[in-house]
């Protein structure tokens, strides 16, 4: 069988325990764990920690898998609960090493203590799998190092996959897994260039969410061994750059379990193709990499950076500290049966939330045991591995999954999120990795996923100071405006409110338009093209489209009564209102191409050439793909849409600065009863550039969410200006060029000029 990752969903209330003590500011990895050479590269120095083992050795090998250990060394525990040991260089050969150090460690603790009898595979010293403190040691167990900077292959493998040799429970607990289990590996510092890191403010960001094995695998202009990895994803970095992206996004690129994918290509049973079940925190994916060896994987991903970064390409990744690939309980009948790969069998109540008895997994992500974020030493591995990531890989900032677990302030038998305690993780994120200046500069761009499961896990716009979030009332007003008229009521003062910014969510605590990551889809969801295509997910169907489990029931999608050009209307509208709107807009690979995953709204398993992004693209895929090329630019090319503040601030001198006026269709300013009125849905803003040192004196935008034409009154568009239309996402200018360039647009004329937009459609014009 594979790999069993399942989880126990937590029904207890949450009841706050005693607090944590305050994680104290220290120099990143200051207990310097992991394994590395010395300065003189004579000595290899192992270090971890663990404050509930009794004893741990350090098991030394000379091949990945496959074969038995070659020396064993006893750790010796020191200050802060961290055990070290000092191998010399000069003995690997001795032992039979004579190329890369591979490693591994065994642990012994309350209930299992060591005995000088035991040998592995046997029960010599076994007490319980799990004791009244939550102690999980089962040294029949290797254990990867929660520190290491690679590892060797995943716990399941094509030539190796009976996934019961990790679990630690009455049928498991004997079987010995070492000579299969991932390994550490011991690798040497490296000076290799991530190139000259971009220092754009992430206001004027436009995010495009990616997988690093779907960008490339469907490209015939790559090499076949190129393809999915990350020397691949590299090679994208100038044709994202024309397209105008600025931030990649990638999907996980941590090591997961993945390897057995390919196994049965059509069987979808156990994959993890998006690859939210982290093993280990430091190491690059292996999979993801051309270059398989030793330090392989390391060394590309550091090139592919670079070849982002020398297009001017801010590289983020995806980032998931709420959980982990170790998983929850076997299943709800079974609570003793864990899996003991890594941080379990070193110090289980550390690193994880239990319930509080101490003998379960306190679950509110569904998908395996909370991550203890409210332990200190917890907390050392997210920021030492955080730090890691910039620093040596030379990463440019995180999307964090499900957050909220992030912002817990409790560590057993209960959760609870309270943004205000400084010590929670992501207050000390942002005090130990200062998040990038409002202007631009040195620093990391930290961006939320602001929900997890249960308690009060949904805090969108309730996130710290130094925290971008992922806006899903922008997804949810927008998605309602334009596929649910009649069905949910949607205020024109919503929609400005999301148009602008969302104040409502971000001012409140001094936090900008720029903190909220504007979006309509994502990965988890349907595409751009499924949402204005599908009026439900169809996640049962074969393969390669399905089938896949789980995913939202309530999309807030419509298939536009099924005709082909309104959805490509709806897709633009989307697009278009996206790059007008203050915030940060963040895109799906392939939405740029009106990619379609035939209704799937939950491809999480699916490594299959539909899920992977297409190189090859029908007219009216082409023309789509111009239309958010040129909506970029224009965002691009106008501060005015991309404010540092909110609209309408005060300047020094205590003057309310006019930037945007709300208008209804007839040229009236638009006012509460308006915006209140549940019965309206048409609505045009106009954004004052000269406050911006815009290029365009003003800017203006009128949104018909309505299914007739609605005739809107233009404003006035500055001294001696007429307006210019730069676009209209209605179908009769449908085509290649429907995004007017500069110095191309179409005069359309001076105050009170009306225009007809139709049902359902977009206008942007520009004074000149």
């Known amino acids: 069988m594979k790999l069993r990752q399942f989880a126990l969903a937590a029904a207890a209330a949450c009841v706050l325990g005693a607090a944590a003590p305050a994680p104290a500011t220290a120099a990143i990895n200051a207990s310097q764990l992991g394994a590395a050479y010395d300065a003189t590269q004579s000595n290899i120095t192992f270090r971890l920690y663990s404050s509930r083992a009794t004893r741990i050795e350090l098991y030394l090998y000379s091949s990945a898998s496959g074969t038995q250990e070659k020396a064993r060394v006893v750790l010796t525990r020191g200050a802060n609960d961290v055990w070290s040991a000092s191998v010399p260089v000069s003995s690997l050969a001795g032992y039979g090493i004579t190329g890369t150090v591979y490693y591994g460690y065994r642990a012994w603790g309350p209930n299992w203590p060591y005995q000088a009898s035991w040998a592995k595979g046997s029960s010599t010293g076994f007490i319980s799998d799990v004791d009244a403190a939550g102690n999980r040691f089962n040294p029949n167990k290797l254990l990867s190092d929660p520190y290491a900077r690679e590892l060797s292959h995943d716990p399941v493998t094509p030539a190796m996959q009976d996934g019961t040799i990790y679990a630690s429970g009455p049928l498991y607990r004997n079987i010995d ?176 939330s239990l319930t509080s008895d101490m003998q379960s997994s306190w679950d509110n992500t569904g998908v395996g045991g909370n991550y203890n974020t409210h332990n200190p030493v917890a907390q050392n591995l997210i920021v030492d591995s955080l730090a890691y990531w910039r620093d040596t890989l030379g990463v440019d900032g995180y999307r964090f999954d499900l957050a909220s677990v992030l912002g817990n302030t409790c560590e057993h038998g209960c959760y609870n999120f309270d943004k205000m305690d400084s010590t929670n993780a992501l207050n000390r994120i942002v005090q130990e990795l200062p998040p990038r200046p409002a202007t631009g500069g040195a620093g990391v761009d930290l961006i939320a996923e602001p929900w997890a499961i249960g308690g009060n896990s949904y805090q969108v716009g309730g996130f710290p100071a130094g925290w971008a979030e992922w806006n899903g009332a922008y997804r949810d007003t927008v998605r309602k405006s334009q596929n649910k008229l009649g069905l949910e009521d949607v205020s024109t003062g919503a929609m400005a409110t999301r148009f602008a910014g969302s104040s409502d969510l971000y001012a409140d605590d001094g936090r900008k338009p720029w903190h909220s990551v504007n979006f309509l889809t994502a990965h988890d969801g349907f595409t751009l093209k499924d949402l204005y295509s599908c009026n439900g997910k169809n996640n049962s169907q074969a393969w390669p489209y399905g ?179 730069v676009t209209d996402t209605c179908n009769w200018a449908e085509g290649g060029n ?31």
């Not at 997961?256 to 059509?266: E, K, S």
């Not at 429907?738 to 359902?760: F, H, K, M, W």
């Open 738 to 768: 429907q995004v007017r360039a500069p110095g191309s647009e179409d005069v359309i004329g001076g105050e009170n000029t009306s225009y007809g937009l139709c049902g359902r459609g977009t206008l942007v014009l520009i004074a000149k």
């Open 177 to 352: 897994n070492g000579a299969q289990a991932p390994k550490g590996m011991v690798l040497a510092a490296d000076t290799q260039s991530i190139g000259t890191r971009p220092t754009r403010a992430f206001k004027d960001d436009v995010v495009y969410e990616t997988h690093v094995r779907g960008l490339t695998m469907n490209d015939p202009l790559l090499p076949a061994g190129y393809r999915g990895t990350y020397k691949g994803a590299g090679m994208k970095a100038v044709w994202l750059a024309s397209l105008g992206v600025t931030a990649v996004e990638f999907l996980p690129v941590q090591e997961t379990q993945n390897d057995t994918n390919d196994v049965d290509p059509t069987s979808t049973t156990g994959d993890n193709y998006w690859g939210y079940m982290t093993l280990n925190y430091f190491a690059p994916d292996r999979r993801y990499a051309y270059d398989k060896s030793p330090g392989g994987p390391t060394r590309e991903f550091k090139a592919m950076v670079k070849a982002f970064h020398d297009a001017g390409i801010k590289v983020l990744i995806d980032v998931v500290y709420n959980h982990t690939g170790e998983g929850g309980a076997w299943s709800a009948q079974d609570t003793s049966t864990y899996n003991v790969m890594s941080m379990r069998g070193l110090d289980n109540p550390a690193y994880y």
């Open 547 to 725: 089938a896949s489990d789980g995913g939202e029931d309530n999309n807030n999608s419509w298939d536009q009564g099924s005709i082909a050009a309104d959805q490509r209307k709806a897709a633009r509208n989307g697009m278009a209102l996206m790059m007008v709107s203050a915030g940060v807009p963040m895109m799906v690979g392939g939405d740029e191409s009106l990619r379609s995953l035939n209704c799937n709204n939950n491809p999480y398993n699916l490594d299959s050439n539909a899920n992977w992004q297409s190189w090859s693209w029908t007219t009216d895929q082409s023309n789509f793909q111009s239309f958010a090329r040129g909506m970029i630019a224009f965002r691009k090319a106008h501060p005015a849409l991309r404010p540092a503040n909110h609209y309408s601030s005060v300047d020094n001198n205590g003057n309310v600065m006019e930037q945007l006026r709300w208008f209804k269709p007839n040229g009236q300013v638009a006012d509460a009863s308006y915006f209140n009125d549940a019965a309206n849905h048409a609505i045009a803003w106009r954004i004052d550039g000269s406050e911006f040192g815009d290029t365009a004196s003003a800017i203006y935008t009128a949104y018909n969410a309505w299914s007739g034409t609605v005739n809107f009154v233009l404003p006035w568009p500055g001294n001696g200006k007429i307006w210019y239309r």
